[in-house]
Structure formats: structure tokens, C-alpha cells
């Protein structure tokens, strides 16, 4: 099954946890909370606060993407926060990563990684058997609503394929620049959750309505 997961750094601040829960009442499989700590991206914002007031609100998934430095350092307040998943950037632990990972799936929660468009998937030689999901951006990291940067749908079909040739089921997450033009080229290509923001919270139509819309662009393919 293809999940979506609606990614609430495009919702509205001011009624957070009303628009992760209209989301999820939607049919959104989960929401992705984007932390940011001023210093891997040039933005702050969201911590483990925010991910324990918007736990008992959902019933689905939180997956908690760590755009941050020293990840290892958070991984405790994040998990005892509610977080489900825990994703951190390959290039914010390059020589612990795999460490990391260890350390978060400890606090019973799963691991995931995430390279950003310039990093190459040789990368992840260290650590396929420590991760639970990985994570192609497909914009760079820091800010929503960019244009998704296409030439990334070919490493999202080499790893498919470097996966395949390990035996290894792990979801490949897709996250940056997701619509229901871009949604058909990742899923084609490998991709088994996506991540949107702006496409889903914007006032084109409602939360709903969009969610919908991103489904159907993606409902010829097996799910």
C-alpha cells in the first residue's frame, strides 16, 4: 500500500494540532514533523513538545524528521514524546550514523534516514541492515513549498533496485515538492510513502479534497 503522510510545517501554526487531525481524518496515513534547529537548516522550529501535545490527538503515525545537528542527542525526548519514527540526515552524523540508528530503534521506535539531492546513495552501503525506512528529499532541507527537483526520480529507482538486490523490504520515503503531478513519478519509481505539505494545507481546496486528489493521481498503480 502507497501512504501518504501529510507533513504539518505547511499547516496552520495557530491550529496545529486541528489540521494534524483533520489530516488524519482525512484519510492521511500519518504526519511528518520537521524539526528544524537553526543550524543544519537555517530555520527553527518544532521540538518534542510539539510531538507530545499531538499524540494523544492521533490515533496514526508520527514520524519525527530531525533536520537537525548531533541527532543523537534528542533521540530520548523524541521517543518518550510520542514519536514513531525517528529520521535523521546521513549528512548531519556522517561518521556515527549507524551508531544512531542502534540508539534509536533502543527506545523502541523505528529508524530512518534521509539524504538530501546532492548526497549520493553510496552512502547508505553502512546501514541497511539498521534501517527501518529511508528518506530521498526531493528538495533541499529547510523550507516547504519548493519546487520538487526531478532529477532525483532516478536515484529513487536506483535505490528500488539496490534494495531489491539485497532482499531488503524497506519503505522508501519521498519527501519535498509532492503533488499529483510528481506523486505518479516517485511511486513509479519506487516510492512507498509520501510525504506533502503544501499540496495537501493550501486553500486550493480543503485538506480533504487535496488528500483525494493526491490518492486518485496515484490509483492506477498496486497498491
Not at 489540521?19 to 514533523?33: I, K, L, T
Not at 510528481?182 to 495537501?200: F, Q
Request: aromatic share 4%; with cysteine.
Amino acid at each position: 500500500m502507497i501512504k501518504i503522510e501529510a507533513s504539518i510545517l505547511s499547516a496552520d501554526f495557530s491550529k496545529l494540532g486541528e489540521q494534524a487531525v483533520e489530516a488524519e481524518s482525512a484519510g492521511a496515513d500519518g504526519v511528518q514533523v520537521d524539526v528544524m534547529d537553526g543550524r543544519f537548516v537555517p530555520r527553527i522550529n518544532f521540538g518534542p513538545d510539539t510531538v507530545k501535545a499531538l499524540r494523544p490527538l492521533l490515533k496514526r503515525t508520527i514520524d519525527v524528521h530531525l533536520m537537525i545537528v548531533e541527532p543523537e542527542h534528542h533521540i530520548e525526548a523524541f521517543a518518550k514524546a510520542g514519536a514513531d519514527c525517528l529520521i535523521v540526515h546521513q549528512e548531519a552524523c556522517p561518521q556515527r550514523l549507524y551508531q544512531v540508528l542502534q540508539s534509536i530503534r533502543r527506545f523502541g521506535v523505528e529508524a530512518g534516514v534521509s539524504i538530501s539531492p546532492s548526497t549520493p546513495l553510496s552512502v547508505l552501503e553502512e546501514i541497511w541492515d539498521v534501517a527501518d525506512v529511508i528518506q530521498i528529499m526531493t528538495v533541499n532541507p529547510g523550507l516547504g513549498g519548493q519546487p520538487f527537483l526531478h532529477d532525483q526520480v532516478e536515484k529513487i529507482r536506483g535505490l528500488a533496485r539496490r534494495l531489491n538486490e539485497l532482499g531488503r523490504n524497506i519503505p522508501i520515503v519521498i519527501d519535498g515538492g509532492i503533488d499529483t503531478k510528481t506523486a505518479p513519478l516517485v511511486v513509479e519509481a519506487g516510492a512507498k510513502i509520501l510525504v506533502a505539505g503544501s499540496s495537501i494545507y493550501n486553500r486550493r481546496g480543503s485538506v480533504a479534497e487535496n488528500l483525494a486528489a493526491l490518492r486518485a493521481s496515484i490509483s492506477s498503480f498496486k497498491t
